[in-house]
Structures are given as structure tokens and as C-alpha cells.
């Protein structure tokens, strides 16, 4: 059997989905090659969502592929559709639609839910004066609520939380953000970023309340009103929330696969199953640097096991994975992050208050093993060089913006 004679069918139209299809055909894969998507829309990035198009509605464009690449790739896009059922043995997976399709290998490029909050039901149904945030179809229906003189309950300050905070508040909107945990970004930012974005948000007028988990949710007088457990009453006209996500994994683990928070996959992508990969926010993946299975919910690390799960469907060795990498966007500031958040240690070029800054992680030996820029991208492909090399750079040297980051990273390649 050659790689033109094989069928290759991708499950979820997403930012993995349609890059490793892409990618297939950039290989030179010829063979019938399906591209499965429950939601209606051609696949499309899920970043401009919390940003430009509830900013700028009319002009934001987020699709992957230019409208006619599917077709000119030969892509059967197959949208509105769900993969209900796999049988990896027989190699076989069945739609929606009834129809079922046989293939010789197949991709789960399912993504991610939201992690709901049912206390939240009580107030009615998702999508009226509750929402959340991951598809096109959620952010359309945020559009009407982030409006001058609505009030916004936010509940989680993570990465989506606080982008969605900065959207509302230049809209117009009155902002309140709840969050549980002590700080802001707990799980991907340093406490030095997250007290420096409590005090940007707090700065433009958001009120937020860190630390105290909700006790309740009811409507009253036609007000939402949330209570904290340490009492405090937050009124409102809509609640948004951001908690996380779980991992689709719906079809996986009906199939028999190995899951565990997300599909396990090796290095190359493969599943437990020989001829089923995965890739994206679905997979948890194995890292030789930890020495265990780690599921990113990045675009980056949706973009770089696309092209390896596709790679490896052809035979072909991965490329090498850099640093971790991951940015947002909230109030003008572009915030980039490479290599691990955890860092015992964390050195400023610069200051925060006064971006441009760079933030360097470094590890109780002195290896640089993190770093974070604030409006100073370009300093990025640099640090994760340098990342990579776990270099040892003197303090005063890191810090000293006049230490020109390229020609440091030159002098450890
Ligand atoms: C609002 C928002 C803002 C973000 N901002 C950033 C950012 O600034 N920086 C960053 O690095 N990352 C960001 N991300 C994260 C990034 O978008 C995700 O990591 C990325 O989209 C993951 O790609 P994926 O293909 O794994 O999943 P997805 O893009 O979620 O695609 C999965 C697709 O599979 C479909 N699907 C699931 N099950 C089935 C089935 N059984 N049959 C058919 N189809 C199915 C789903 O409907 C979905 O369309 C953001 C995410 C969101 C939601």
C-alpha cells in the first residue's frame, strides 16, 4: 500500500485538525483525505476570539485557510458533522450524518470543552445571561453583552478570564472579576506578572476579587447576584466564566484508547492504538524534559503536534520541538511566555510599569529555563534559544538592556 493509496481521517476541524492537513498535503500525501467538523464554521483560530473579534466585529478575521484551500487540496471538509463512534480495530468511524467511513489512519484533533460551572445554572440556560468563551458561536453571542453601561460578572482569572476583562472594559462595559485562586494567571504566569496585571486591570477599572471561592448564584429583581464565600454580594447583567477546560476525549476513551486527562500520545503523536494519532488540546503528551505526560492548551503546541502527527502518518521523523511558547493579550500588552512558569527564580530587564521588560526564569542552579516579554517580542526567538540551551548568563548581564539577546543566544548556539 503506498501513502497515495491509504485514507487518512482527521475528527475536529480545529487549529490541529486543519493544520495537519496542511501539512499532509505539503508532504506531498495524494490519498483521499477527510477532514471532520462538528461545528458549522470552516475551521478557524480560537486566539482572536477573547480579542479582535469582539473588538473589532466587522473586520476580524480568524479562519485558518483561505476559503478555497480545502477544495484546491482536494480536503473532503465534512463540517456540521460529528464523529459519534470510532472502531479502531476495524478501522472504521461513523458520523452524524449515518454515514461511516473507512480509514487507514485516522487523526483526533478534538480539542477542548469548557469546564462548566452548574452552580451557574440556576440562573438560566448557557448562551442567554450566562456564557463562556470557546467557539465563534459563544464570542457572537458575547457581542450584545459586552456593551457601554452593561455590568460584567467574570468568573476565573485565568488567560481567557483577563483578556475577556480587557475586551469588556474597552467596550465600555463594568467589569467584576471573581477568581479563587490567591492570584490572577495562577497556572501559567509567575506572581510577579500576576500582581503586576491585578494592579493594570485594577487601574482600569476592573474590580477584582481574588481568593474567594463562589458560594452562590441567584437572580433577584431581575439582577444576577453572585455571593463569595467570605459573603460578598457582586451584582450584574450577565455572568461570563472562564474556569479551564477538560479535554475532549469523548470518542477516545469510548474506543478504548489510552486516556488520562487527554489521549496519551508519544513524541511522534501515535495513540495506544497503531493506527490512531492525536493531537492538540485532546492530547496529553510525554515529555522527556519532566519526565511526564503534559497536555498544553496552546496554539503553538496545537500547530507543532499537527505537523508531527502528520509527519509520522507519513513515515517521517518529528521535527525538533522548541520552548513551550504561548502569548496574550490584554490591556496593550502583548505578553509572550516561553519555557516554564515555574521557575524558583525571576530577574526583570527592565521594569513591568514601564514595558518594554523582559522577565528571565531561572532554575535554584542558575539555568535560564523561563522567559516572559512584555511589548518586546522581538527578544522572543532569542530567549527560547537560550532556553533550549538551559545557558547559565550572569545576572547583571540578563539584566542589562543594553545586552544585546541576540548575541547572547549567538554565543550559546
Ligand atoms: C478564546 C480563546 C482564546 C485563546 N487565545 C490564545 C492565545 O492568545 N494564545 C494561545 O497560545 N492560545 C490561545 N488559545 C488556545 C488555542 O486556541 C487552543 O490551544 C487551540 O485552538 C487548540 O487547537 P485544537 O485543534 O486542539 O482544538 P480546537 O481548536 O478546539 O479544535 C477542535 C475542534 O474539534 C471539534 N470536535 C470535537 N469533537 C468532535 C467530534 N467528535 N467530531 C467532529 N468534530 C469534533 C470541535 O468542535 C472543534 O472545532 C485560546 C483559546 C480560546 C478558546
Known amino acids: 500500500m503506498t501513502a497515495s493509496t491509504i485514507v487518512i481521517v482527521i475528527v475536529g476541524a480545529g487549529q490541529a485538525g486543519a493544520l495537519a492537513a496542511a501539512e499532509l498535503r505539503r508532504q506531498g500525501y495524494a490519498g483521499r483525505l477527510v477532514l471532520i ?83 451557574l445554572d440556576a440562573l438560566g440556560g448557557l448562551g442567554e445571561s450566562v456564557h463562556t468563551l470557546r467557539t465563534l458561536d459563544d464570542a457572537q453571542r458575547l457581542l450584545p453583552v459586552l456593551q457601554p453601561g452593561k455590568r460584567v460578572l467574570l468568573v476565573g482569572a485565568g488567560v481567557i478570564g483577563l483578556e475577556l476583562a480587557s475586551s469588556a472594559v474597552d467596550l465600555g462595559a463594568q467589569v467584576t472579576v471573581i477568581e479563587q485562586a490567591p492570584r490572577a494567571m495562577m497556572r501559567c504566569a509567575p506572581p510577579v506578572l500576576s500582581a503586576h496585571l491585578c494592579v493594570v486591570h485594577r487601574a482600569r477599572g476592573v474590580a477584582l476579587h481574588l481568593g474567594s471561592p463562589l458560594a452562590a448564584a441567584a437572580r433577584e429583581r431581575g439582577e444576577i447576584v453572585l455571593t463569595l464565600e467570605d459573603g460578598t454580594r457582586l451584582t450584574g447583567n450577565a455572568v461570563i ?111 513591568l510599569d514601564t514595558p518594554p521588560c523582559v522577565l528571565f526564569g531561572l532554575d535554584g542552579e542558575g539555568a535560564l529555563v523561563g522567559a516572559i516579554t512584555v511589548n518586546q517580542g522581538r527578544d522572543m526567538r532569542s530567549a527560547k534559544a537560550l532556553i533550549g540551551k538551559r545557558a547559565r548568563i550572569a545576572r547583571e548581564t540578563l539584566a542589562d538592556p543594553a545586552q544585546n539577546l541576540r548575541n547572547l543566544a549567538r554565543e550559546f548556539a
Open 241 to 351: 466564566y472562564g474556569i479551564g477546560v477538560e479535554p475532549e476525549t469523548t470518542l477516545a476513551q469510548a474506543a478504548g484508547l489510552h486516556v488520562e486527562n487527554g489521549i496519551v500520545i508519544d513524541a511522534q503523536c501515535r495513540t495506544s492504538h497503531a493506527h490512531v494519532y492525536a493531537a492538540g488540546d485532546a492530547a496529553t503528551q510525554w515529555d522527556e524534559a519532566s519526565g511526564r505526560h503534559q497536555r498544553r492548551e496552546t496554539w503553538e503546541n496545537a500547530n507543532q503536534q499537527a505537523q508531527t502527527a502528520a509527519r509520522a502518518i507519513l513515515g517521517l521523523a518529528p521535527e525538533a520541538r522548541e520552548a513551550d511558547w504561548f502569548w496574550t493579550d490584554q490591556c496593550g500588552l502583548n505578553i509572550q511566555f516561553a519555557g516554564d512558569m515555574a521557575a524558583p527564580e525571576w530577574l526583570a530587564r527592565g521594569t
Open 37 to 119: 467538523g462538528e461545528e458549522a464554521h470552516a475551521p478557524y483560530e480560537r486566539p482572536p476570539l477573547s480579542k479582535d473579534v469582539l473588538l473589532q466585529p466587522q473586520t476580524a478575521r480568524c479562519a485558518i485557510h483561505a476559503e478555497g484551500f480545502y477544495a484546491e487540496h482536494a480536503i473532503e471538509l465534512k463540517l456540521g458533522v460529528a464523529a459519534t463512534a470510532l472502531d479502531a480495530q476495524a478501522r472504521t468511524v461513523m458520523l452524524s450524518s449515518g454515514e461511516t467511513i473507512a480509514f487507514d489512519k485516522l487523526l483526533l484533533a478534538t480539542g477542548a470543552r469548557v469546564r462548566r460551572l452548574p452552580m
